[in-house]
């Protein structure tokens, strides 16, 4: 089901860091942008999307001083902002009451991800949060509702395993996956706890993590201890699955349910540890990783302190360096799970955003790469609007 080239001329970024909020907006050719910002400056963005169904929408997951976790709303494409009248947040207990899922008061920590709903359903988005767990907006982020689907599900707390374990800033709900052929047909993924796939909205889930490694001395069969790190479904074929682990990358070509690990055909010096993933909007063949140190001590930076972003062009089999233009040497920054992604245009834009709040993009499919902005704060999440 291959996607056309897009018409548009006009590509916006939105960049979400540990300190704020820009949009890029470029020009036709994708040469000059012209920045817009800071929105929301000191307070941490998790993500923020634009609705492509409507192209206006904006939504931002904000962790804020004085608000704690919070949703913004724009309808104007981030001139003006509304927080959400009830932004996601889990069921109130009273004192030793436990919630459906035999799990006592929780409070959401901060919304990590967001998700368009179906382009049949407008007005609907998925957030995921920490600790674990999806909520459904209705009303284009005004009001959110837990999805009890997951949170009711008698394996729930053996998938998130450990909520004071896993990442180092605490568990994470992301990748939430719409099948652009059926609404109801979702994934998600959940760092640690594997990944998931429902067939009805959401109301139930099963795993998937049947061939994934997990780290050495721990039980692979168990989905808490696997660390997916994103997981993208290719538009061009949604059958198609890749992902980024804390061990290894992978591909999934449903209606298979094993996971075969293309990772092992990149470069033993380089390995295939990282977090972003990007597959190409027409192509399902052609997929980029950005690659960071991943041994023993897990530095979390580029390897050898030279950044590159690395290509397959035939489904993992082979993998190529794309650096031309980055930092040859002393470059130590590394690139987060949402700070990589693409546009649709005839010749793909790649872009991405670092740890050290660089702003990269590539005009050619990754060919060569070019330095949009420095000195940003630490940037979280990178996305894309076209119009």
């Known amino acids: ?87 996601p ?126 780290v050495e001395g721990f039980d692979a069969t168990k989905a808490s201890f696997h660390d ?5 479904l290719c538009p061009s074929n949604p059958d198609r699955l890749y992902q980024q682990n804390h061990c290894g990358i992978y591909r999934l070509d449903r209606p298979a349910k094993k996971w075969v690990r293309i990772g092992d055909n990149m470069p033993k010096t380089v390995g295939d540890v990282g977090f972003p993933m990007v597959v190409h909007p027409r192509n399902a063949d052609i997929a980029w990783v950005m690659p960071m140190n991943g041994t023993m001590v897990w530095p979390r930076t580029a390897p050898q302190g030279k950044p590159a972003v690395y290509v397959t062009r035939n489904g993992g089999a082979k993998w190529l360096r794309q650096d031309a233009g980055m930092p040859r040497s002393q470059a130590w920054w590394t690139v987060k799970r949402q700070a990589m992604t693409n546009d649709t245009q005839s010749s793909v834009g790649l872009y991405f955003g670092t740890t050290s709040g660089e702003l990269w993009s590539s005009r050619d499919e990754g060919k060569k790469w070019t330095n949009i902005a420095r000195h940003l704060p630490e940037i979280y999440a990178v996305e894309v609007a076209e119009r």
Request: charged share 20%.
């Open 1 to 87: 089901m291959p996607t056309r080239p897009s018409k548009t001329t006009a590509v916006t970024l939105l960049v979400a860091t540990r300190k704020g909020a820009w949009f890029f907006h470029g020009d036709a050719a994708r040469r000059q942008w012209r920045a817009i910002g800071p929105h929301f400056l000191g307070s941490t963005i998790h993500h923020l999307v634009m609705d492509p169904r409507d192209g206006k929408t904006a939504i931002a997951a904000a962790s804020t001083g004085h608000l704690g976790s919070t949703i913004f709303r724009s309808a104007d494409r981030g001139k003006t902002w509304k927080e959400s009248s009830a932004p």
């Open 228 to 232: 997916p790190h994103c997981v993208r």
């Open 89 to 214: 947040a889990f069921p109130r207990l009273a004192a030793g009451e436990l919630d459906a899922s035999g799990l006592p008061a929780r409070t959401v920590k901060h919304t990590f991800w967001l998700t368009p709903g179906h382009v049949s359903q407008p007005g609907v988005w998925f957030a995921g949060t920490s600790p674990q767990a999806i909520f459904r907006s209705d009303d284009a982020g005004d009001t959110w509702q837990l999805l009890p689907g997951l949170h009711e599900s008698p394996q729930y707390r053996d998938y998130m395993g450990d909520e004071q374990g896993g990442t180092p800033d605490g568990p994470k709900m992301h990748s939430i996956l719409i099948d652009p052929r059926d609404a109801k047909h979702m994934y998600m993924a959940m760092s640690s706890g594997g990944v998931h796939e429902s067939r009805n909205g959401g109301r139930s889930w099963s795993v998937l993590i049947d061939g994934m490694a997990v």
